[in-house]
């Protein structure tokens, strides 16, 4: 079945330290994005891609790095210049450019600090 | 300026009783506009979506919505809850431009036996 793999499901982060979370679709889809969701803060976009070698920040995107070497893999950087990285990192993907396009999630990685 | 707001952070209705959940938008934004469900630990999948086709958008697991541009409103509602849809809704309008969705804060429901 076609759909956004995540990984790992939990990820722990010793201070100083960079981390980074896997995204995977094998939905052929051109525009991948990075989501943050906070508790009663919805979701937060950190970076989107529209297309392989090309990314653009979002609303939070500092302490934040993305590569898009591939299609199907748009994978995230946690750095240790992100201060409070706690949270539920969620990524998705699309098909189309078009406004009322939906977006495919993956089923998100919770990271936390030791 | 928010572009979406959603009334009430946890909403509780007991077991087939209406389920109404509430979503107001900026009117400076381009009505695109999305409801979607996440399950504990888990993604967000979409529920439903305006298209301007008509007001009132049916989704899955029978809920709809009514766009009401005269009240700035795109309210989720369900005749009747069963507890499997328990779980946190997400109201999202896109801003115009590349996929740029900005979701509100979400609403969690609770279902009550």
């Known amino acids: 079945d076609g759909g956004i793999t995540q990984s790992p499901k939990y990820l722990f982060r010793k201070e100083g330290q960079n981390v980074t979370l896997s995204c995977e679709q094998n939905?052929?889809?051109?525009?991948m994005y990075w989501y943050r969701q906070d508790p009663g803060q919805g979701l937060r976009l950190i970076y989107y891609s529209q297309i392989v070698n090309d990314f653009q920040k979002g609303d939070i995107a500092e302490g934040y790095s993305v590569s898009r070497e591939k299609k199907e893999s748009f994978p995230l950087t946690v750095t240790s210049a992100q201060k409070n990285p706690t949270a539920f990192y969620l990524c998705?993907?699309?098909?189309?450019?078009?406004?009322?396009?939906?977006?495919?999630f993956g089923s998100g990685t919770q990271l936390s600090v030791l | 300026a928010q572009s979406v707001t959603q009334l009430g952070s946890h909403v509780s209705v007991s077991e087939g009783a209406l389920v109404l959940l509430r979503c107001n938008y900026s009117s400076s934004v381009p009505p695109y506009l999305f409801w979607y469900v996440q399950y504990p630990n888990q993604g967000l999948q979409l529920l439903l979506k305006y298209t301007s086709a008509a007001t009132l958008v049916k989704g899955i697991n029978g809920f709809e919505a009514e766009f009401k541009k005269s009240e700035t409103s795109f309210h989720l509602t369900k005749p009747s809850a069963h507890m499997s849809d328990a779980a946190e809704y997400f109201c999202a309008v896109n801003r115009g431009g590349y996929q740029k969705v900005t979701f509100g804060t979400g609403t969690k429901l609770q279902v009550i036996p």
């Open positions: 939905l052929n889809h051109d525009a």
């Open positions: 998705a993907s699309s098909s189309d450019r078009s406004a009322n396009e939906k977006l495919f």
